[in-house]
């Protein structure tokens, strides 16, 4: 099997090496120009107007801690898939019609508004952004860092909303520092925040499942505390089934790339340290399992998530892969199946 080295480090952190097989079809689709390898073709978003039901339950579902990925309002198979997760660990009859329980089980005892005002920070506003990526590896190797393209990206990795939504949301917006838009509501309060820590605690192991494309962190119970879609392995690349361990937990890592270790690389590239940030490859967090090809990471592309492959590795959008860092540690069990 092909492999690749990339080497990856958090700021203000020892460096270490890792040989880590992480050809990811999205990202050579923005760096190289390769075509990615679509397993299923993603419905186009309709985005409802706010408070409409698809979207309350993608922002009540994304505060329980089961992620339908990108907000978007569609309600397509991430949020279905992570709709069934929830019904099934809180005894919820598949597809029930019983949509006051299943707010309950959302959110018990309390009401929330899926869509509320923000003003925009001058820190959201203040950059520095790099407006655009380019597909050369060595051109981005250039840049000092992978940071948003725009203010809009941000504010749509910080609400787990797709860009299309915000702007559905706020027709008018001119997204600048300062200005009032509406956005999903993810912000969890302090007692949810508490009850999520507390569950994390006695966190047993993380399931990473090829067929459905999702990842699960089960407690000791056997309970799901965390679930969130992914996107993982190829026929070039596939998922090494079996156990594994977590062995490290990187935020904000360089990637660095090897040309020759790729299975259709551009001609033209060579060696290059790409630096860290939000779109580069690996995304804001990298945690390496005890195989040292293979990893669990961040993406660029948190609307590829559940419908594309990667080659290689497994990938959560970066707020998922964030929330997961949270939760594991060096010696977390991993487990990749079929």
Wanted: aromatic share 6%.
């Amino acid at each position: 099997m092909t492999r690749t080295n990339h080497s990856v480090a958090p700021k203000g952190a020892t460096k270490s090496t890792l040989k880590v097989l992480c050809r990811l079809a999205a990202s050579l689709t923005i760096l190289l120009g390769a075509t990615a390898s679509i397993a299923t073709k993603r419905p186009a978003p309709s985005v409802p107007a706010a408070g409409s039901s698809e979207l309350e339950i993608q922002v009540l579902l994304d505060r329980a801690d089961f992620s339908p990925g990108e907000i978007d309002g569609s309600g397509g198979r991430n949020s279905s898939k992570a709709l069934a997760a929830f019904q099934s660990a809180h005894g919820l009859a598949p597809g029930s019609r019983n949509r006051k329980a299943l707010l309950q089980a959302l959110a018990p005892g309390a009401v929330v508004e899926p869509i509320v005002s923000y003003t925009i920070t001058s820190e959201d506003a203040a950059g520095p952004f790099t407006g655009k990526i380019p597909k050369d590896m060595i051109e981005m190797s250039k840049l000092p860092g992978l940071y948003y393209i725009s203010v809009l990206q941000r504010l749509g990795e910080k609400f787990h909303s797709a860009p299309a939504l915000l702007k559905r949301l706020n027709p008018s917006a001119r997204f600048t520092g300062g200005e009032q838009i509406r956005v999903p509501n993810v912000a969890r309060s302090e007692q949810e925040a508490l009850d999520t820590a507390r569950a994390r605690t006695g966190m047993l192991k993380v399931v990473v499942s090829k067929k459905t494309s999702v990842l699960k962190v089960f407690d000791r119970q056997g309970q799901i505390i965390f679930f969130a879609p992914v996107t993982s392995g190829s026929v070039h690349a596939p998922l090494p089934f079996g156990n594994w361990k977590v062995t490290e937990v990187l935020r904000n890592p360089t990637y660095d790339y090897d040309p020759d270790l790729f299975w259709n690389p551009n001609p033209a590239s060579a060696k290059a340290t790409i630096a860290a940030g939000p779109n580069n490859p690996v995304g804001v967090v990298w945690i390496g399992i005890s195989d040292p090809h293979y990893g669990i990471h961040g993406t660029p592309d948190p609307g590829e998530i559940g419908y594309s492959q990667s080659d290689g590795c497994v990938r959560l959008t970066n707020w998922d892969a964030s929330r997961l860092a949270g939760l594991v540690t060096k010696g977390t069990r991993v487990v990749f199946e079929k």
